[in-house]
């Protein structure tokens, strides 16, 4: 049936290309301008029949007796549409040969594309009812041969053949570990429906089973040795692995598995971590473009204001400031380049891990897991902290001032803006260190202000530790003093790095930092009751951070010892519980704008805080 097919595709084919060069010659001498058909399109309609004859083929394959391209209009090279029948004997769609013949209206001459037989006058189409039913019925033919299943899935070079198909192998749908083979759907049914082979242990088609056998024993390896981390069969155990720590490769896999989500849940960490510092990096650059553009701005209308002998030193200070933009926004795209890389790596091993996470066969799951790439250290932008973007605005304020001078002063005050350009430094403040030995590096010592403490609170051990006494203490009136709450400032400012910690005993403590104008009487006065101080607090067994009145509460139970962590300069205050490791409570972001002063608050009955 298929070669007759395809001799009547053939002799249709060769009928249509002989009869093609007359056709077109025979609308060139008629067309005119009017239904012309161009070649290209004719081509068009031929590269549509063979795609018809294409069909054809398949459905002959099928069993499908017609032959489609009998059933093809020779106007518009597809299936008859309405066919109708001329007195030649032709058939065609409807439409087609009435648009051809209105093509022939002015020569008062019809004639059939296909034969050239001429009539005169125009006939009258008849329906081919015959016709249309064949064509029916080869449509709907055509559509249960598209919608038959497609032949068996053979295995290609890249799929796994399963190992009992003689001549061309199927792919295999499964691989057992037992038997050490693959099987197709047909030759995995005994794995489905016989009982011993049911207690098998089923994969995904694999093409390294081999590997599961021990190259010294020819044996299945089910074992693994914790000694020599490898895995080995029962006969390595009680010879080269005699006395070795060995468990079932099985328990080492669900003891494995559980590394490996923890190691995918660090990874995955990780990316969220370095997208938040991309997101913080890339909000910087654009704060860092418009404090520089508002900085070129401002400065320009001052200098507008002076002579042209300043005139030179404007376009100098717009230089520098464009300079030193262009290099932090240099190097906060280098870092967010570097992020980004780090985030790709990540990605790429938290896929590796992905797809071993999913592996059944415990043997290449343990191979493949000592050789799991180590977790590269971590760039965070902790380490590069961002300060408040008020440097160019100092060079604003500098120069603003110098616009005021007379000319020779101003030549003497050029050097103060020139070093204030250069301190414009938005990345560089250090990350918080990691540990208590570097945060002691930073350590501040830190004595009490006798005349802030309340008379409520007894100083002690030179002024460094308070206690809290029902009876007044006497205490000289100062302006400085609190009268209404019991607590204490430090006596000197903090620098702008620095690190100190506090000792409580019993219940009722505040550990604080504020400007040194904090208000001193009054319930506002109380440290993190107002927008001037930044207080953690310690009552009713509870933790809390205050600021401005907005209480936040901590879900952790911090330690005696409470350290506190300050970068004035990058606006940074860090609150931690001090133990073996060094626990992080509360962290504030902020734009300090004034120094800051230590504080302390005692309000319970032999309640004690100490500077340490």
């Known amino acids: 049936m298929m070669r007759s097919a395809t001799v009547k595709m053939g002799a249709t084919n060769k009928c249509w290309s002989s009869e093609l060069p007359s056709h077109i010659h025979y609308r060139s001498e008629r067309t005119k301008g009017k239904a012309e058909f161009s070649l290209t399109a004719l081509t068009s309609k031929k590269v549509k029949l063979r795609r018809l004859l294409s069909l054809r083929g398949e459905m002959a394959q099928q069993g499908i007796q017609l032959n489609q391209a009998r059933f093809c209009c020779s106007i518009c090279l597809d299936l008859l549409k309405d066919p109708v029948a001329i007195p030649c004997g032709h058939s065609y769609c409807m439409r087609c040969i009435k648009g051809f013949w209105d093509g022939e209206e002015e020569k008062k001459i019809h004639s059939c594309p296909q034969c050239r037989q001429t009539f005169t006058p125009r006939p009258v189409p008849v329906r081919n009812t015959m016709l249309a039913d064949l064509v029916e019925e080869l449509k709907k033919t055509a559509k249960k041969v598209q919608a038959a299943p497609a032949d068996p899935c053979y295995a290609g070079p890249a799929d796994v053949g399963c190992d009992f198909c003689t001549g061309r192998k199927l792919k295999a749908i499964k691989s057992c570990l037992q038997c050490l083979a693959s099987y197709c759907e047909q030759h995995l049914q005994p794995h489905n429906e016989v009982a011993p082979l049911k207690k098998h242990k089923l994969v995904d088609p694999s093409k390294n089973l081999q590997e599961n056998i021990c190259s010294h024993h020819g044996e299945v390896m089910k074992m693994f040795c914790c000694t020599d981390q490898q895995c080995i069969c029962y006969l390595c155990s009680v010879e080269e692995h005699k006395g070795h720590d060995t468990v079932s490769a099985a328990a080492e896999w669900t003891e494995r598995q559980r590394g490996l989500g923890e190691i995918q849940q660090q990874v995955q960490q990780n990316i969220q971590d370095r997208e938040k510092d991309v997101k913080v990096l890339q909000q910087e650059v654009k704060a860092i473009n418009h404090s520089a553009d508002e900085a070129v701005r401002d400065n320009e209308e001052i200098f507008n204001q002076l002579i042209c002998l300043i005139e030179k030193r404007s376009s100098e200070v717009k230089q520098h400031i464009r300079s030193q933009q262009k290099a932090e926004v240099s190097r906060a795209e280098e870092l967010q380049e570097k992020l980004e890389q780090e985030i790709t790596e990540l990605r790429r091993k938290d896929a590796v891990l992905q797809q071993l996470s999913h592996t059944e066969d415990h043997i290449q799951f343990l191979q493949s897991y000592s050789s799991l790439p180590d977790l590269s250290e971590s760039t965070h932008l902790s380490s590069f902290y961002v300060r408040p973007l008020r440097y160019f605005e100092d ?128 319930d506002i006065s109380r440290f993190g009751f107002n927008e001037k101080s930044w207080s953690l607090n310690y009552k009713n067994d509870s933790w809390t951070f205050i600021h401005n009145s907005i209480e936040t509460p901590l879900s952790v139970s911090p330690s005696s010892r409470i350290g506190v962590y300050l970068d004035h300069t990058a606006g940074r205050l860090s609150f931690y519980s001090v133990s073996d490791t060094m626990t992080l409570l509360h962290r504030v972001q902020t734009t300090f704008t004034q120094p800051l002063y230590a504080g302390i608050g005692v309000s319970d009955f032999g309640t004690t805080a100490e500077f340490k």
Not at 447 to 455: A, I, S
Not at 504 to 520: C, E, F, H, L, P
């Open 395 to 522: 060079v604003t304020a500098a120069v603003s001032e110098v616009r005021d001078q007379l000319q020779n002063i101003l030549s003497e005050e050029w050097t103060k803006i020139s070093l204030i350009l250069a301190d414009v430094d938005v990345l560089l403040s250090p990350a918080a260190p990691k540990t208590r030995a570097g945060f002691l590096k930073h350590s501040h010592e830190i004595t009490m202000d006798p005349n802030t403490v309340n008379d409520c609170l007894d100083l002690s051990e030179g002024n460094r530790k308070a206690t809290w006494w029902p009876s007044k203490q006497r205490y000289s009136a100062h302006l400085d003093r609190f009268t209404d709450r019991p607590q204490v400032l430090g006596r000197e400012s903090l620098p702008g790095r620095c690190y100190w910690e506090v000792e409580r005993s019993g219940r009722g403590v505040r550990v604080a930092v504020a400007y040194k104008d904090i208000t001193r009487t009054g």
